[in-house]
């Protein structure tokens, strides 16, 4: 069908943000843009945002579409959050996980029960234990220059 004998929809919002909220931040920087970019953006991000679940709530897209909508969704955010680190000249986060040790649920099926301790981390020696403590003092979260430190980067 001609894009000019579609019927238009219409969203209309008024966001008023109370000055110093991070949404207010934004707004200040949307309104800064012509309004065709400024819309165009919103557009976007919106599309990225809502689309799966706009076509899971309207009940008319298999579960098929609606996968694919959330993979295109979520690798145009991750572009997004790409571009944004690349013209912000910001490094990419580097997370070190930490899993803590998990004991397997104990099972009976007329059998007497034993209670597993497969996941359970074996004791180590004094240096043996140090060396697998994570090198940042924020569980769970390293700079790039500690990994690089840990692996050996350039």
């Known amino acids: 069908m001609n ?14 943000p109370y000055e110093g ?9 949307l309104n800064s843009l012509p309004k065709d970019e400024a819309q165009r953006k919103v557009a976007d991000i919106l599309v990225a945002a809502f689309l799966p679940v706009a076509r899971y709530s309207s009940g008319n897209f298999t579960p098929e579409q609606i996968r694919f909508a959330c993979w295109e969704a ?22 070190v996980l930490s899993q803590p040790a998990l004991t397997a649920p104990v099972v009976a099926v007329n059998a007497p029960s ?4 497969v996941l359970e981390s074996p004791e180590l020696p004094g240096e043996a234990a140090d060396s697998i403590r994570p090198a940042s003092i ?3 979260q390293a700079s790039s220059q500690e990994l690089d430190a840990i692996f050996g980067g350039d």
Request: hydrophobic residues 30%; glycine residues 4%.
């Open 3 to 16: 894009q000019s004998k579609k019927k238009r929809k219409s969203l209309s919002l008024r966001l008023q």
């Open 21 to 29: 909220d991070v949404l207010a931040e934004v707004v200040d920087y």
């Open 74 to 95: 979520q690798d145009s955010l991750n572009k997004h959050g790409s571009y944004m680190r690349l013209a912000l000249s910001v490094e990419q986060p580097q997370f």
């Open 114 to 117: 034993y209670k597993s301790n």
């Open 138 to 140: 924020v569980q769970g």
